[in-house]
Each structure stands twice: as structure tokens, then as C-alpha cells.
């Protein structure tokens, strides 16, 4: 209670818009869904580089094999979600928009890997050292799982010049629709403050932060019940506003620290995992199970009954929306991820990977951009930007090709977070060419380092 | 086969059209005040402005940029329209109306490109032309119906008075005739067809703040600088200086506050940048009013900083990550 009381209702302090919520599903129980007849598993479900198959064509696997080994410093394993027999290794595209190879089973039956533990008895006892927690992360093919997919073993091995103070674990859920976070923690909630000890005991910090917006009111006071049995876990409510999951906007509401340009949250001393993250690190080191599935929220203004699902990586999202009464016919749009960051799909037949925290189906009356109009200097973009930009301006360089400027300008400072364009009276591409911008920035910065 | 973009999928429903809307909403309650003080010569000297800002817009979009797909729904012009017929006395000749309109939209709007590339406002643009081309028209101020008791059916302004009073030495005990504050409030005061009435603006503006339209800076800035500089005169000599109420109540104060120094297009980006902004309105109208030649000066004041806006705009809000250390 005395921490509530003391980080009574903080947040971030630039900018930040108010979207309609639509957490239509948080009243959803988690369910199973049945397993698919085929999964298609990415081997590229993380940033870096893609992991190497190590199953053939024909090769029988059980739920829980490894069939990708993980390939570079900044890579991850990848693990069958099923049990049954490879039947191709293809190249789709999968929902990062981009071809990727994929390994795709055919399911038959549900034949464990024999070193799992699939009872749900929660296993509490943490005794191990840091190194052996960090090797169990990095065997279970653990990413970020709040959409950014970062491997999570990589992200906590700070270089030794710099020192871990908190760990922050973002249960912000700021996106519109997505209640996957959410009802993650009002089932798993004891599981959950597990896999913070664990994290915890990894990075050598003492004490952890849970940021949760407060429209979550069930999930902070059952959280605050069970983390009180931890050692420094603090939950902390926080104000309801977009982009608060930011990693940035979450370390400056929780820490009052902000993070210099250019740099990561480590400088600070914060380490930001997500809690559904946490949940999996809890599964991969007191269940020896890895990474194969994780909550979905299927959602949509249309859909009969949004719901969360607990999905096997690897199925075709169409089925996803299949067991929610199939897809509305004025979809205009297929968003894997949240409204405002993620990303739209071409088709449906994408499987989930370990990144995908949803999958909403959008009508056109909400996807639709207007025509773009005249800017109108209205400076809503110069006030709703998290990071202290000028939208507008960057826009223009960006159109009129004036990189320097658009450098000088701090572009890559940019989180895409999209409150800009999502503000815009005048309906104008703003992060649209905000990222075009960044992206050439990069390039000719890297140009300009080789030289 | 879906449609695919880049993210956000999702969008604020507010577009211009709504902004527009919603200002032409907000000017209605000082319009019902102007036609309540003026009579009908204030419903016609608007209705006059507001179509002949439309027609200008329509025949320059059409002939001149001959835009095949454009839109004067957009409801900006009858913004402007509206403005310049609030700036100028109800009485005022029907062609000199048409002649601000198109100083306002075809001059200070469409020549630079249409809305949001103006750089001054073009209500008030077309309202210093026509001061400085038609001074005597301009300065006409005919009286309001509850008060034409008195000799003849114009008068002069609060401010007029005042400094016609200071100029020939009267100190402010001795100038006749200043109206009580109830009056200035409600509007009962001779003055532009729109700008009466504090309390109808005021709601106006409310209204805006409400509907986010516009945010406070902009308007308690320019009132409260206002205050001060005149506030700090008055306590220095009162037999000089009126009280500083009089000034906020008076003339194109509140008008110029809420309505016309908030103009998104003119006004500065940054919420730094809108506060010296704000700040040099009021305090260029104060130095006008009490020192310069003519009774009211806040469209000069608003015209000199939208000038100034492009240099106000250079200032960059405060970047995430550039402040370490400075919070603990």
C-alpha cells in the first residue's frame, strides 16, 4: 500500500495521447485453444540474425524439440509447438510484412518432450545461480514477447562496464484492444512474480517495478496480493496514457530518469522486460519448458465474442479468428500487434510467432485515412510527441529530402510510436515519413562510419 | 487481400473540418451579443463578410490555383469572414466589408497558399487595411440600443475616450463618460460589431478550451501580460494610468485573446514559443494603447507577432533524454 500510495498515479511527462480504449476481451478468461493441424514456425521470431534449422524434411518432433539453433551473438532458438512430422521448409511472409523461412509441421497427436513438466503445480523453490538461469533462457529460444522480440538472454548480459540497478517489468499494456498482458497476470500472477525473482537473480538487481496503467484495477490489486510474499517486487499503477509502454516513456514514469539520446535504458541502470517475458522465464526454468506457445488476444469491433487465447506458436492466425466466429466481412484491415504500432497483414494465413501479442481485425470506418490536407500548424503533433519532436517538421525534411536536417533534428530519436499521425487534424503521413527519414538517416550514417 | 499500411491504424476523429466547426460554434454566442446591441446592420455586415470571403476563396481556387477537387467546405473562410466582420463597426459600408474580405482571403490567405501557409491572419489584415484606408468609416462606432438616449447615434469607444481624455491632460477622475465595468463585461459599449461583449467571447472561448481546440496558453498569457504591464502603470500613478480591468474588458482585448492571436496557422508550435508569443502581444497592445496614436492596438500587436512567429518557431520543445540529471 505505501508504494502505491507514493507512485500514486505517475506517468511519463511529454506529450502522449488518449486513444479509445477497446479492451473489449478483458473480461475473457485465458482459453486453449486446440491444437492446429499444421503449424508454419519462423525461424526468424526474433531481431537478429535467423536461427538455423536442424530437423530435415521428414524428421519426426515432439512438442518442446529444438528445431532451430540459434545462429549469432543477437539470435534465438526456435522450438516445434507441436509433435509430428516436418513436411517442408518454406519461405513466407510472415507478419513482420517480409519473406522469412519457416519450418512447417504436420500435426499428429500431442507427444511431449519427456523433460517437461506440464503439471500446473507452481514451483517456487529459485536456488540456482545467475548462469544457470541465463543458459535455461537461452536453451527455451526467450524473446521480448511485448512485440519488439529482443532475446531476452542477450538483453540480460549487460556489458560489464555498465551496472543493473532495477528491473522494470512493463505490464503497461498501453495499445488499444490487447488484453493479453492483462489476463496473463490475472491467472498467472504468482508464476509471473516467479519469473521476476528469476530475472532478478540474473541481473544481481534487488529490487523490481511493475508498471500497470490503471485501467487494469483487478490486475494491480491481485498483483500487489501476491507480490507482497516477494522480496522487493513494488507494483505500480500508473496513469492511463499511450505511449506508456514505451520503454523510454516507462522508465521516466517509474524511475524519473530519462534516457539519453542514443542510448539504452542501461545507461540508467533499467533493465525493461515484459511481464508476459517474465511469465515464459518462469516456464523455461521451473518447467523446462520452452518458448512454444503464449497468449493471444483475437479482437475486433465486430467480433461476437474478442476473447484471449493460449496459441502454440506457428498457427495460421486465420484459425485464431476462425474460433471467434470467423473474420467480420467489412474487415479492412488484419493488425497483427496493437492499433497504433503494429503492423497490418496482406492475408491472414500468417502464423503467430513470439512477438504476436494480438491479432485484430479492423472495419473500414476506423482503418480508413482521410485524404491528406494542408498542414494547418496546429502543433497537436508538437504536443502529443513522447520524445520532445517536431513531427511536422521532420515530415517535411523528410518529403523534401533534407537529411541533414532531419538528423540535426534528432530523428532517430523517433519510438514510431505514431501519436502523430494518429492526432493529425489534416490526416498527413507524418510517421510515414518520419521513417522513411530515419531509415536513411541510418544509412548514411553507416555510410559515413565505414569511411 | 487486406489493406496494408504503416501504423497507426487508428486516428483521432478530430479533422479540420471539426476544428472549423467548432470555432465558428464558439464565435456565435459574441454574434448573438452584436446582433442584441447593433440590431439587424450587424446580422448584414456579417452575412455580407462571411459570403463575399466564401466567393473569393471559391473564384481563386477555381480561376487563379484552378484546383479541380477542392474544398471551401472546410468552413476557414467563413472563420475569416466572421473575424473581419467582429473587427469592424456594425455600420460600416457594404462595399468597404467586400473590399476587407478580399484584402483578408484573396491577399493575406490565398496568396500564400491557402490555409495554413498564411503567415499573418487574414481577418485581421483586411482589418488594418481598411483602418488605414478608411479611417473615418472605420471609426465610426455607432451606439448600442440600450443606450442611444444620448446626443446622436454614434459614440465613441471606452478606449477612444480614454485617450482622447489623456491627450488633452485630463487625468482619469476627470474624463466623462467612461462606461462601469457591468456594461464592458456584458458588452453594453460602443466598439467593433464583435468584440462587446468579455463574457459572450469568454464562453466562446471555453468552449474551445473544452473541445481542445485551442489550448490556454495562448489567451491567459496575452490577458495576464496585459494585466501586469498596465497593472504595474496604474499602481505607479492612478491619476495617469486606468485600472488594468478596463483594458482587459475593453476594445479588442478578449477578442483578439481568444479568437484571433489563437490562430493555429499564425501562431507558434511550441508551448514556448506560444508564450513569448503571447506574452509580446500583450505587452506591444498595452504600449500602443497607453503610449502610441491610436486607442487600440492589439491587431497591430498580433500582425507584428505573427511576424515573428518563423523566429519563435526555431525553438525546440524540450527532448526526451536532453534533460538527465536535471530531474532526481
Same mark, same amino acid.
Given at each position: 500500500m505505501k508504494l502505491r500510495k507514493k507512485y500514486a498515479m505517475q506517468t511519463f511527462t511529454k506529450g502522449g495521447i488518449h486513444p479509445l480504449e477497446h479492451k473489449l476481451s478483458s473480461k475473457q478468461p485465458i482459453e486453449m485453444l486446440p491444437i492446429p493441424e499444421f503449424v508454419q514456425i519462423s525461424l526468424s521470431q526474433h531481431i537478429g540474425v535467423a536461427a538455423t534449422p536442424i530437423v530435415k524434411v521428414g524428421d519426426s518432433v515432439k512438442v518442446g524439440t529444438c528445431i532451430g539453433e540459434s545462429a549469432g551473438f543477437i539470435s534465438a532458438r526456435v522450438h516445434s509447438s507441436v509433435s509430428g512430422t516436418v513436411e517442408k521448409i518454406e519461405s513466407i511472409?510472415?507478419?513482420?510484412?517480409?519473406?522469412?523461412?519457416?519450418?512447417?509441421?504436420?500435426?499428429?497427436?500431442?507427444?511431449?518432450?519427456?523433460?517437461?513438466?506440464?503439471?500446473?503445480?507452481?514451483?517456487?523453490?529459485?536456488d540456482?545461480?545467475?548462469?544457470?538461469?541465463?543458459?535455461?533462457?537461452?536453451?527455451?529460444?526467450?524473446?521480448?514477447?511485448?512485440?519488439?522480440?529482443?532475446?531476452?538472454?542477450?538483453?540480460?548480459?549487460?556489458?560489464?562496464?555498465?551496472?543493473?540497478?532495477?528491473l522494470i517489468i512493463n505490464a503497461v499494456e498501453c495499445e488499444p484492444f490487447l488484453t493479453a498482458d492483462h489476463s496473463l497476470m490475472l491467472e498467472k500472477a504468482e508464476e509471473i512474480c516467479i519469473g521476476i525473482s528469476l530475472i532478478k537473480k540474473v541481473l544481481g538487481v534487488d529490487s523490481a517495478l511493475v508498471g500497470i496503467e490503471n485501467n487494469k484495477p483487478d490486475a494491480i490489486a491481485l498483483m500487489q496480493d501476491i507480490a507482497h510474499k516477494y522480496n522487493g517486487i513494488g507494483i505500480v499503477p500508473l496513469q492511463i496514457k499511450?505511449?506508456?509502454?514505451?520503454?523510454?516513456?516507462?522508465?521516466?514514469?517509474?524511475?524519473?530518469?530519462?534516457?539519453?539520446?542514443?542510448?539504452?535504458?542501461?545507461?540508467?541502470?533499467?533493465? =525493461?522486460?515484459?511481464?508476459?517475458?517474465?511469465?515464459?522465464?518462469?516456464?523455461?526454468?521451473?518447467?523446462?519448458? @520452452? &518458448?512454444? +506457445?503464449?497468449?493471444?488476444?483475437?479482437?475486433?469491433?465486430?467480433?461476437?465474442?474478442?476473447?484471449?487465447?493460449?496459441?502454440?506458436?506457428?498457427?495460421?492466425?486465420h484459425t485464431l479468428f476462425e474460433a471467434v466466429g470467423g473474420i467480420p466481412q467489412n474487415t479492412e484491415?488484419?493488425?497483427?500487434?496493437?492499433?497504433?504500432?503494429?503492423?497490418?497483414?496482406?492475408?491472414s494465413h500468417m502464423p503467430v510467432s513470439k512477438g504476436t501479442s494480438g491479432v485484430i481485425a479492423v472495419p473500414y470506418n476506423l482503418a480508413h485515412r482521410d485524404e491528406p490536407f494542408n498542414c494547418i500548424r496546429c502543433a497537436r503533433c508538437v504536443q502529443v510527441c513522447p520524445m520532445g519532436l517536431q513531427p511536422y517538421l521532420l515530415q517535411l525534411y523528410s518529403e523534401q529530402r533534407m537529411y541533414e536536417q532531419l538528423e540535426t533534428?534528432? =530523428?532517430?530519436?523517433?519510438?514510431?510510436?505514431?501519436?502523430?499521425?494518429?492526432?493529425?487534424?489534416?490526416?498527413? @503521413? &507524418?510517421? +510515414?515519413?518520419?521513417?522513411?527519414?530515419?531509415?536513411?538517416?541510418?544509412?548514411?550514417?553507416?555510410?559515413?562510419?565505414?569511411? | 487481400m487486406y489493406t496494408v499500411s504503416a501504423s497507426p491504424h487508428i486516428h483521432a476523429k478530430q479533422n479540420v473540418n471539426?476544428?472549423?466547426?467548432?470555432?465558428?460554434?464558439?464565435?456565435?454566442?459574441?454574434?448573438?451579443?452584436?446582433?442584441?446591441?447593433?440590431?439587424?446592420?450587424?446580422?448584414?455586415?456579417?452575412?455580407?463578410?462571411?459570403?463575399?470571403?466564401?466567393?473569393?476563396?471559391?473564384?481563386?481556387?477555381?480561376?487563379?490555383?484552378?484546383k479541380?477537387?477542392?474544398?471551401?467546405?472546410?468552413?476557414?473562410?467563413?472563420?475569416?469572414?466572421?473575424?473581419?466582420?467582429?473587427?469592424?463597426?456594425?455600420?460600416?459600408?457594404?462595399?468597404?466589408?467586400?473590399?476587407?474580405?478580399?484584402?483578408?482571403?484573396?491577399?493575406?490567405?490565398?496568396?500564400?497558399?491557402?490555409?495554413?501557409?498564411?503567415?499573418?491572419?487574414?481577418?485581421?489584415?483586411?482589418?488594418?487595411?481598411?483602418?488605414?484606408?478608411?479611417?473615418?468609416?472605420?471609426t465610426l462606432w455607432p451606439k448600442t440600443t440600450l443606450n442611444q438616449s444620448v446626443d446622436g447615434l454614434t459614440g465613441p469607444t471606452p478606449l477612444a475616450l480614454l485617450k482622447e481624455g489623456i491627450v488633452s491632460g485630463k487625468n482619469i477622475m476627470q474624463i466623462?463618460?467612461?462606461?462601469?465595468?457591468?456594461?464592458?463585461?456584458?458588452?453594453?459599449?460602443?466598439?467593433?460589431?464583435?468584440?462587446?461583449?468579455?463574457?459572450?467571447?469568454?464562453?466562446?472561448?471555453?468552449?474551445?478550451?473544452?473541445?481542445?481546440?485551442?489550448?490556454?496558453h495562448i489567451p491567459v498569457f496575452v490577458l495576464l501580460s496585459m494585466f501586469v504591464f498596465s497593472g504595474i502603470f496604474y499602481l505607479l500613478n492612478p491619476y495617469m494610468y486606468i485600472n488594468p480591468l478596463f483594458h482587459l474588458l475593453s476594445g479588442g482585448a478578449m477578442l483578439g485573446a481568444w479568437f484571433m492571436a489563437t490562430d493555429m496557422a499564425t501562431s507558434p508550435m511550441t508551448i514556448k514559443g506560444q508564450i513569448i508569443f503571447a506574452v509580446g502581444i500583450g505587452i506591444i497592445t498595452m504600449i500602443i494603447r497607453m503610449f502610441g496614436a491610436y486607442p487600440e492596438g492589439i491587431s497591430f500587436a498580433i500582425l507584428l507577432m505573427n511576424a515573428v512567429v518563423p523566429l519563435l518557431n526555431k525553438i525546440s520543445p524540450s527532448r526526451y533524454g536532453s534533460s538527465l540529471s536535471i530531474k532526481k
Open positions: 511472409i510472415d507478419t513482420s510484412g517480409l519473406y522469412r523461412n519457416a519450418i512447417y509441421i504436420q500435426v499428429h497427436g500431442d507427444e511431449w518432450e519427456s523433460n517437461i513438466d506440464r503439471t500446473s503445480d507452481i514451483v517456487s523453490k529459485i540456482y545461480t545467475p548462469q544457470y538461469i541465463l543458459d535455461k533462457i537461452s536453451q527455451a529460444g526467450i524473446v521480448g514477447m511485448g512485440g519488439a522480440t529482443f532475446p531476452l538472454h542477450v538483453k540480460l548480459s549487460p556489458p560489464d562496464t555498465t551496472k543493473p540497478e532495477v499511450y505511449p506508456q509502454g514505451g520503454e523510454k516513456q516507462l522508465i521516466e514514469a517509474l524511475l524519473h530518469k530519462e534516457v539519453p539520446s542514443g542510448q539504452l535504458p542501461i545507461v540508467v541502470g533499467a533493465v =525493461v522486460v515484459n511481464v508476459a517475458t517474465a511469465f515464459a522465464v518462469y516456464e523455461a526454468v521451473q518447467k523446462n519448458k @520452452p &518458448l512454444i +506457445d503464449r497468449v493471444v488476444t483475437v479482437t475486433g469491433i465486430e467480433i461476437p465474442k474478442p476473447s484471449n487465447f493460449l496459441v502454440r506458436i506457428g498457427t495460421s492466425i484491415k488484419i493488425i497483427s500487434g496493437g492499433p497504433m504500432m503494429g503492423k497490418a497483414l496482406i492475408h533534428n534528432f =530523428v532517430l530519436d523517433c519510438i514510431e510510436c505514431g501519436s502523430c499521425s494518429y492526432i493529425c487534424p489534416s490526416s498527413r @503521413p &507524418l510517421l +510515414d515519413y518520419i521513417r522513411l527519414g530515419k531509415n536513411k538517416v541510418s544509412q548514411i550514417i553507416r555510410k559515413r562510419k565505414q569511411k | 471539426r476544428i472549423m466547426y467548432d470555432v465558428i460554434i464558439a464565435l456565435l454566442p459574441a454574434f448573438g451579443v452584436s446582433i442584441l446591441f447593433f440590431g439587424m446592420s450587424a446580422l448584414y455586415t456579417t452575412l455580407i463578410a462571411i459570403l463575399s470571403c466564401i466567393v473569393i476563396e471559391f473564384l481563386i481556387h477555381k480561376f487563379l490555383f484552378k479541380q477537387d477542392f474544398s471551401i467546405k472546410d468552413g476557414s473562410a467563413v472563420i475569416t469572414g466572421m473575424l473581419l466582420a467582429f473587427n469592424v463597426p456594425s455600420s460600416i459600408p457594404w462595399w468597404i466589408i467586400i473590399i476587407g474580405s478580399f484584402v483578408a482571403i484573396g491577399i493575406a490567405k490565398m496568396s500564400f497558399g491557402g490555409l495554413g501557409n498564411n503567415i499573418f491572419n487574414p481577418a485581421l489584415v483586411g482589418r488594418v487595411f481598411l483602418l488605414i484606408s478608411f479611417p473615418v468609416d472605420m466623462k463618460g467612461l462606461p462601469n465595468y457591468q456594461d464592458m463585461f456584458l458588452g453594453n459599449i460602443g466598439g467593433s460589431l464583435g468584440e462587446i461583449s468579455a463574457l459572450a467571447i469568454i464562453i466562446g472561448g471555453i468552449y474551445l478550451l473544452f473541445r481542445k481546440v485551442i489550448t490556454w
